[in-house]
Structures are given as structure tokens and as C-alpha cells.
């Protein structure tokens, strides 16, 4: 019986309908942490926590935080979000005790030119960057500061930074793209390298590669230790913008907002594995397994990651904005009217759903004028921003 079935099992979640297998090849799935967005350094919104029970789940504490929610870091015993600033350019940074919703130390400043910021959590360290591309490392237990640096070269930084192995990866843009790693202990710059305009495209990461992908799919892998390219897939045009990349069954699953068809890439040369329908301002696909959760107007799908068959949908209010994700099997979206649904991932039956309180924005991979949004979970919890407010459930 394989990781996935044996916690379901002991949370009381039937997953004895679910028919495939994770192949041995994938990376394994995240235990009981989101630590950037999309939950994890793959971007595949999957994660195993025996804490969340099978839904029905019940509110825990709500906040409002006066501006746009970003997307959550939930570790430690901790929720860590950005909001924009209700008085003025730039964002706050919030820490609330993961079982009460109470702050765990005082809000910081983050500053910036605009309302973007973006969080990462790795090493025992919180990761704060704003859109004037200064990223910061705290302590994560009481909010100190440990280093602060000012990314050279850029001027505009819409890429939420990814932790892995010790080294923080970002991008910015401005002149032309960067890619930056960055040394988790000491904000030492590490290596950059130059990309197509390097907007909006938080990195995926995995021991064997950094992987980014731009306007028109301009998407690289490079070497995560030297950042050495490893290769680079190019399209007939290039411009602004970008969309964060999914890492999931031996595919690089990347979309565009310029007309290109979304593409899986195969992860080992970059050459295209396939193409899906899905319009260009979809968000992020979710992956459990060979089993991928797509929302595209409106609508969830799943599809399996190598026929890109659909085998079920489900349409919900018609709104369905957020990026899925998926706990213990089961799949969670959120609408702009403010439902947040519970799916079984297997046959996409609702078992469960509620009001948030406020719309459940569709995040924003294009402009920055908030933080960019999205679900999270960990901790025994599943964590909603909605507009202003920030809502977690739990049994």
C-alpha cells in the first residue's frame, strides 16, 4: 500500500477508488507544509498531511487583513501571508499562530513601489521579496531580521522565490531577465543567469534543474548548483510576462497569456510532450500522481498527465478562480463568488463545501497591483485567502 492510501486510511478518506499509481519516477509528494506557492518547490499543489482530516472541515479563526492576500506559508506552527497595504504603495508581512489565528509577532513593513510581494520557507527561514527586489530572510519564531539584499541588475520582480538545498531562487526584469540564486544563509548571490524578460515566473526547482518559462513559453532549465543551462525551449516570439511552471510526472507543464497552446515539456531536453486546451489566463494545474486538476473558464477538470484525457469536470457556481490543490486526495478550489469546494480527486464528487466570506480572487500572474493569490495548507489546516481575508479550516 503506498504512502498516499496508508494516511488517507488513517484520517478516515476513502481513496480505495483511486486507480493509479504514483510513477516511480516522481518527486514524492510534500508532507504537512506549503512552503511557496503552489505549496512546494515543484509547484504541483499536492500535499500528504495526516493533521487535515477527510472534509467536512470546520472554520477555525477568519482575519482580515485589510488589503489583497497573498498566497500562505504554513510551517512551524505558523501562517505567514503578505497584504497589501491598506495605506498606500507597498505590503505588510503577517504572522498568526497557526491555531488561533492571533499575530505571532508584530507586522513588518515589507515597503516596494507597488502591492506585490511574494514569501518562501526553507531552512528554518522565512523569504520576503517585493517588487523592487529586495528579499529578506527572518526568523520565522519572533520576526527578526537576519539578512536583507538588494537583487543587482533589475528593477521589476514579479517571481515568487522558491527555497531548495539551501539557496533561495528568484527572477526579476526591467533590462532585459534575471535569474538569481541566492545563498539561504547569508543572501550572498550565488549565480545569475539571463532569461526572456524574467516576469511572473516563480521558479520550480528540483535537484537536477532550476526551470522558468516566459511570454510565448520561453522556458530554461539550468544547473541548480552553478546555473549552468541545461537546455532552453524556444518559440517564434518573446515579450513581457510569464507564468509559473509545474513539475509533475516527468513533465515541465507550462502556459502562456500570448496566444500559445499550454505544453508539457519532457523535464530531462525540454522537447514538447504534448499540448492541452486550456485558455491563457488559467492558473497553475495541480498533480497527484498521473492524476492532474486543470480550471479553465470557470471549470475544474481532471486529466491524466500523459493521454491529457478529461475524465471528469466540474462546474461548481461557473466561477471557479483559484489554482487547485490537493490534500490527501482530496482537491480543493475556490470561486470568485466565495464557495471553496473539497472534491474527491478520483471521481470529482463534492463532498463538501462552504462560504468563505468574500470572493476568492483568481491570482494574478500578470500585474502588480497585489500579491499574488492562491490556496494553502499544512499544519492540519487548509488555508483560504479571499480578497482581505484570510480564513483557515480544519476538523
Known sequence: MNLRRTIAALIGASLSAVALVTPVSAQPTQTGVSTTYQINARHDGSLVDSGVGAPPLHQKWSRDLGGSVSYPIVAGGRVFVTAASPDGYGTILHAMDATTGENAWAPVDLGGTY??????????????????????AFDPATGSEIWTVELPGQYSFT???????????????????T?????AADGAVRWTQPVENGD?????????????SYACEQTYAFDPTSGDPIWRHQTGCSGGGGRTPVLADGGVW??????TVPSVLN???????GTYEATGWSPAPAFDGRQGYFVDDGVLQERHSRTLATRWQ?????????????????VYVGSRTGRLWALNGATGESVWSTDVGAPINE?????????????????????????????????
Open 254 to 259: 507550462v502556459r502562456d497569456d500570448a496566444g
Open 179 to 183: 535569474l538569481y540564486a541566492v545563498d
Open 267 to 273: 523535464v530531462a531536453d525540454g522537447k514538447v510532450r
Open 314 to 330: 466540474f462546474e461548481g457556481d461557473g466561477q471557479i478562480s483559484t489554482a487547485p490543490i490537493v490534500v490527501n486526495g482530496y
Open 159 to 177: 517571481s515568487p522565490p522558491t527555497f531548495a538545498g539551501g539557496v533561495v531562487y528568484t527572477g526579476g526584469a526591467g533590462s532585459g531577465g
Open 200 to 212: 511572473n515566473s516563480s521558479p520550480a526547482v528540483t535537484a537536477n534543474g532550476v526551470y522558468v
Open 115 to 136: 502591492w506585490w510581494s511574494a514569501l518562501a520557507y526553507g531552512g528554518g527561514r522565512l523569504y520576503a521579496q517585493n517588487d523592487d527586489g529586495v528579499l529578506t
Open 363 to 395: 491570482p494574478d500572474e500578470h500585474n502588480v497591483s497585489e500579491p499574488l493569490t492562491g490556496l494553502g495548507a499544512g499544519g492540519g489546516l487548509v488555508v483560504v485567502p479571499a480578497t482581505h481575508l484570510l480564513v483557515a479550516y480544519g476538523k
